[in-house]
Structures are given as C-alpha cells and as structure tokens.
DNA sequence: TGGGGTTAT
DNA sequence: ATAACCC
C-alpha cells in the first residue's frame, strides 16, 4: 500500500491525494536509539570518564563502547584482549548488573510516553513511537504566517528536496520536528543524545535513523525508501531477517534485497512457511505495516548468569543470588509473577542456541508473601527452583553448565480481591497498612521476624 | 559472545 | 517448552 502512493509523488495540489487525513495507511513513525547507551549510562554515573576512551565489560567481552573508544578502533562486542591491545588507554567498567541501565531505559520510554502513549521499546536503547495522531494535531494548529513552521529538523536522506505541497511530506517534516523536541528533552532532562529516523513505517524509520550518526537525526521521504533498502549490502541487515532465516535464505540462493523481491513467492512459501515468507519478503520493498505496540510494563523480569557450574551446590547458590535480586525488583514493580522459570546452558562445543528451561506455576501461598518483605519467600522459592534444577539436570551424573538465569513471569496486576469481600481482608498485603512496595531484601539476611 | 527482552508455534 | 526475532 505505502508503495502505491510513493508513485503519486508528482502530483502536487494537496487535494489531489488519494490518502485521507488520519488514514491507516499513511503513517508518521519515529525510532529514536541512544547513542551506545549503556557507554552512557556509565559517563553520566562517573563524569571523570568523559573524554576518555570508554568499554562497558561484560565478562571477556566489551559489549559496548562510547565513540572516543570506537576512533581507536574498539567494535561492539570486542574481546576484550583484542580490545586492549588495539586501544590499550581503554578504560573499562563493569557492565553486568543492569540495574542503572534498566531504570535509564525507563526513564526515557516515559518520557518519549509524554508526547505520545504509543511507544514501543525495542531493547533498552531503542523505542518506536508512532507520531501520526500528534501530526494531525499539529497540522490542524498550523497558521501559515510562520515561515519556521514548515521547516524539515535534521537531515534528509539522500538530500532529496521537500515538497511543500505534498500532504505526505509536509506530515514527515512535522514528524522531523517533534523527534527534534523528543532528544532535546532526553538531553535536558536526561543528559542522553541519541539519533532519530522518521519515516512511514517502522521498518523504514529504524533503517534511516542510523544513516547520521552519533546525535543527529534522518527523515526518508516516500520517493528515496527503494533507494534506503538497495543501501543494505546483505538481506541479513533487514531487520526482521535473522540469523536462521539468513542461511535459509542463503540456501536459496537468496543474499540482497533484490534477490528476495524478485524470488518466487511461491517458492519461499514453500520453503519458509506462508508467514515468514509473505513478512519479509513486504519487508524487502520497505513495506511493513506492523503497529507500534504500546510496550507498557515488562511481561518478564530475568536475572541470569553466565559462569562454570557443575555441582548442584554451585547451582543452588547461583540460583538463591539470582533470586534475591529478582525479589527486590518484583518487589519495587508491584505486580505479582504466578510463573516461574528456570533456565540453563550445557557445556557442548557446538550447538548455536542450546538453552533448556523448565517451568511451573509459583504456588499460591508464595505468591501472597511476595512484596510484604517480611516472610521468608527465599526458602520456599529455592525449594520450587531446585526441583526445576533436577528435572533438567540428573545430579547423579556428572554434568557441567555454563549459564543459569531465573525468570519471573505472567504477572498479573495485584490480586482480583475486591475491597469489601473476604478474599481482601485475608490478603494480608491488601488488609495491612504495608502498601509501599519498597522493603529492601538481602540475601545473607537471616531470619526476617513476622509481624 | 552478554544479559537481557518479545512473540509465535 | 522451544524457536525465532530484537538490542
């Protein structure tokens, strides 16, 4: 659909469009993505670090690295010997425990939720927000006697020129100025820089917000999008393609974006399932009319950890660590998780992806103690977890694991107990005067006294 | 490759 | 429960 009006971007009266106000098919999107962010996060935690050249450490790798490091040749996920001897000033810093990065990436999604509540997180450091209604607003505000109002805000790709009578481009400009306002905020409010793409769909609006970077922003305009997506020099640059659907495709015989425009639809059907097939091969004419999805508050909340284990003891306190940090955080969120998961890596040379994981629901009588700090939910969890642990793991066999993660879901918002019924005044973090959700839980902590 | 996340099957 | 995708 979106290819079929690019073509009428000759026409130049605005009541010629085809495309009614506010139409479905006619939308503005913006991908805002903060600058190598976690680099970020830590400059702004100790100031003494700017200017120098920064890696953020996770374990052997620099996962990543502000721009002092990457002029001096340090990549994303660099080992971190490789990374030392290109760059041997590179400071590095400790990256394992989200726990700052996660409340930032928050902090940033709500504010990006003030302009409009449709945003989407992408990652910690990325969010789609779509702009079309607040465009329409604006477009209705618009006075005309400003020459500033209609002037495009940071670069445009390919420098193709606006087209001031086109309805299209005067939307996209707008979209340019409000994503120009969404980083300024995050630089006044936040301290963050970061880039912007805004374009008419999803797809394309991630793809040309990295075009200009670091802290600067790209609008594509309808006629340069065939231009945007022949740039990509492999179909494994597509978002959307990944690495499984990158060597299936390679089979085929299938490696640039053309080669999968021009494929068989048929075939790929064949080959790929109807689905996957019919989404990325309309990924590869730029077309994706997927909505920005409202991301509201996480669906999960995991804790892993990747180290040598092969003794159950080694697991369980693994395990009993892991925990207590979810704890704190299912604590402060305020929701409550009713499943719980366990996750592990075996030790095996090969195998790309190799992770089991086995779950069950969290029993009831756990769940109601969660949150109230008070009662000991430790225990009883460990005891759920490590009968997970031996469900996959036969402890009388030797075994040897390289990751364990434990993961809190299908949260629901409090319990259903309704003031005045009795299932309110047995549950005891309704009835009692704790509602604050803020008690700290400490591992090492031993007896937490009942009330 | 880390330490997270999501949706679909 | 796994597999695919994203960062």
Redo the contacts with the bound molecule.
């Keep these: 659909m979106e290819r079929a009006e690019a073509g009428a971007a000759g026409s130049s009266l605005v009541h010629d469009q085809v495309v009614p106000a506010g139409s479905s098919s006619s939308r503005v999107i913006v991908h805002v993505?903060l600058d190598c962010f976690y680099a970020q996060v830590e400059m702004i935690s100790n100031p003494e670090l700017k200017g120098k050249p920064l890696g953020v450490q996770?374990?052997?790798?620099v996962?990543t690295c502000n721009y002092e490091a990457r002029k001096l040749g340090v990549k994303k996920?660099m080992n971190v010997r490789d990374a030392k001897e290109k760059c041997p000033q590179l400071v590095l810093v400790n990256?394992?425990d989200?726990t700052r990065y996660?409340e930032m990436s928050y902090k940033v999604t709500e504010l990006l939720e003030e302009f409009s509540p449709i945003v989407e997180?992408?990652?910690?450091?990325?969010n789609f927000v779509d702009l079309t209604e607040m465009v329409e607003k604006r477009l209705e505000q618009l006075q005309s006697d400003e020459p500033s109002a209609l002037t495009v805000s940071g670069h445009v790709y390919d420098n193709q020129p606006i087209n001031l009578h086109d309805i299209l481009h005067i939307r996209l400009l707008i979209g340019s100025q409000i994503a120009a306002e969404m980083r300024e905020a995050m630089y006044n409010q936040l301290g963050l820089t970061g880039c912007a793409g805004v374009a008419s769909n999803k797809l394309l609006a991630?793809l040309v917000s990295g075009i200009f970077k670091p802290n600067q922003q790209t609008l594509l305009l309808p006629e340069s999008s065939q231009d945007l997506i022949h740039s990509l020099n492999h179909i494994k640059e597509?978002?959307?393609?990944?690495?499984?659907?990158?060597k299936r495709l390679e089979a085929l015989g299938i490696s640039s974006v053309r080669d999968l425009q021009t494929f068989s639809s048929k075939i790929l059907e064949k080959e790929l399932?109807i689905?996957v097939a019919q989404r990325i091969q309309k990924l590869s004419f730029g077309e994706d009319n997927s909505p920005v999805?409202p991301?509201g508050p996480?669906?999960?909340?995991?804790?892993?950890?990747?180290f040598k284990c092969s003794s159950e003891v080694e697991a369980k306190n693994k395990i009993e660590e892991?925990l207590a940090s979810l704890l704190n955080r299912v604590c402060q969120d305020g929701r409550k998780p009713h499943t719980i998961?366990l996750i592990i890596r075996r030790y095996s040379s090969e195998k790309?992806?190799?992770?089991?994981?086995?779950?069950?629901p969290i029993p009831s009588h756990i769940i109601q103690k969660l949150g109230i700090g008070n009662y000991d939910v430790m225990t009883p969890m460990v005891d759920v977890l490590m009968k997970l642990f031996r469900?996959m793991v036969n402890v009388k066999m030797p075994f040897h694991l390289?990751?364990l993660?434990v993961?809190f879901?299908n949260l629901k918002a409090l319990n259903t107990a309704k003031k005045g019924t009795i299932d309110y005044y047995l549950t005891p973090s309704l009835s009692t005067t704790s509602r604050s959700g803020k008690h700290s839980f400490k591992m090492k902590d031993t007896h937490m006294e009942d009330f």
């Design positions: 993505d996770q374990k052997y790798l996962v996920l990256g394992e989200l996660r997180r992408l990652g910690f450091d990325e991630k597509m978002p959307g393609i990944g690495y499984k659907t990158t399932g689905s999805t991301s996480p669906q999960s909340f995991s804790e892993e950890d990747s892991l998961r790309h992806y190799n992770r089991e994981s086995r779950q069950c469900n390289t990751l993660s993961c879901c």
